[in-house]
């Protein structure tokens, strides 16, 4: 492919020949058009792939409203908070090769963290905290389970301080990481570390962590080790400016459907501090990638960046208990269902499809963001799909169930 052929996805193969009901994929774009011709969702685009080979591509609308740009299939997408299984899967070569556990404190890295103190009462202005007598461990970054928020959740005391002192990571596009780490490593957790699940900063911090092990900033660290590797060409922190007319515009929900989201909407464009957490913009071809690499135990293309042994740790339940998002966690925000769906490292896993309440296998791992794109790997289907839109927040319409039941009655 030339060097100035944007990358785009193909179906390689007849659906029916990889037990997928070609009428019934049809259903797809029937019920999610009506999303945009009901004038509540801009555009979108849908993947699904099985066996390795893309089964169905479709989609419908606009990426720019205003100027009746259509969607097209190299359109890019902020993903949000599908950035963070791509950090996760950074810490994760770099505990293949010996440089940190799971189990390790990240203070030993990152010394800002090294006396953490717990809210125990009292309001946003006056905590009452008590020391932490566990440390943030790497494990505890990874599943979201460390004690920290984000600003934006805006209910509890330490969400407000965050907001307070322009820790919102949202808003914080002058911030280097390293000053926004030592900015959330200055006020309290939430709880103590591996008590609770929250959903939170943390993949952002380990981003930072990356950065001080590997020596490398962490979108060179991306380019050099996964992005580059994985063939993914359009995946950047910051577009550059070439392709800047291919990025879908940003839509917020409102009461008569979506009005354009000024707010976040730069940060494709804008370089700031790279946020493992929220940061990536990215294409349906490229992230497809992706999701066939960790199908795949590790490997695409003859190229292996993890072991098969390292993709089962990540998609593992690391909830005490083999418990839930509902049981374990505080039901303020996720890109996932709550009940029967646990963590892993950087992404949901699935461990009871009835308490869900959606169309799944246990075992299926993935997650969303906050822009309303999703991903879905299942392993015992051999199955992945995906969704893209820009329309925050991504509770605005119940988008990805209903992709996961048309996909799921579209197997034959």
């Not at 390293?178 to 939430?190: I, S």
């Not at 962490?218 to 990025?247: C, N, S, Y």
């Not at 169309?359 to 289907?381: H, K, N």
């Not at 199955?383 to 509770?395: I, R």
Request: hydrophobic letters at 40%; a negative charge; charged letters at 20%.
């Amino acid at each position: 492919m030339p060097d100035n052929q944007p990358a785009r996805l193909h179906v390689s193969t007849d659906p029916g020949e990889l037990g997928l009901d070609r009428q019934r994929l049809e259903r797809i774009e029937q019920r999610l058009a009506r999303f945009v011709d009901e004038g509540r969702l801009p555009g979108w685009q849908v993947v699904v792939s099985r066996h390795g080979q893309v089964g169905y591509l479709c989609h419908y609308g606009r990426r720019d409203v205003a100027r009746d740009l259509p969607i097209e299939p190299d359109t890019m997408y902020r993903i949000y908070s599908m950035t963070k299984p791509i950090t996760a899967v950074a810490a994760m070569m770099l505990i293949e090769r010996g440089e940190l556990l799971l189990t390790d404190p990240i203070a030993d890295w990152l010394p800002e963290f090294a006396e953490p103190r717990v809210y125990v009462g009292g309001s946003d202005q006056a905590p009452a905290t008590v020391p932490s007598r566990e440390p943030i461990r790497v494990w505890h970054l990874l599943t979201h389970t460390s004690g920290l928020t984000y600003g934006f959740l805006r209910g509890h005391p330490v969400s407000m301080r965050y907001l307070a002192a322009g820790l919102d990571e949202l808003g914080s596009a002058d911030a280097t990481l390293a000053e926004l780490c030592r900015g959330w490593a200055a006020q309290p957790l939430v709880f103590e570390p591996g008590r609770e699940w929250q959903y939170s900063v943390s993949l952002d911090v380990l981003g930072r962590l990356v950065e001080v092990i590997s020596g490398q900033s962490l979108d060179a660290f991306f380019a050099q080790h996964i992005l580059g590797p994985l063939g993914m060409p359009d995946t950047h922190f910051t577009v550059p400016a070439d392709k800047r007319d291919r990025v879908a515009e940003l839509y917020q929900a409102t009461p008569d459907g979506f009005a354009p989201a000024t707010r976040m909407a730069a940060g494709a464009f804008t370089p700031g501090w790279p946020s493992g957490g929220g940061g990536l913009t990215s294409t349906a071809h490229d992230y497809w990638r992706f999701t066939q690499f960790l199908l795949g135990g590790g490997r695409l293309d003859g190229v292996r960046l993890l072991a098969p042994s390292t993709v089962a740790m990540m998609r593992r339940n690391y909830l005490p208990g083999n418990q839930d998002l509902a049981s374990f966690g505080r039901p303020l925000f996720a890109e996932s269902p709550m009940y029967g769906v646990g963590f892993g490292l950087g992404m949901s896993v699935t461990i009871d499809p009835a308490a869900a309440g959606i169309a799944a296998s246990v075992g299926d791992f993935g997650w969303g963001g906050l822009a309303s794109t999703a991903f879905t790997i299942d392993p015992e289907l051999d199955l992945t799909f995906e969704f893209y839109t820009q329309l925050v927040p991504s509770s605005a319409l119940p988008i990805r169930p209903l992709l996961r039941q048309l996909v799921h009655q579209a197997l034959s």
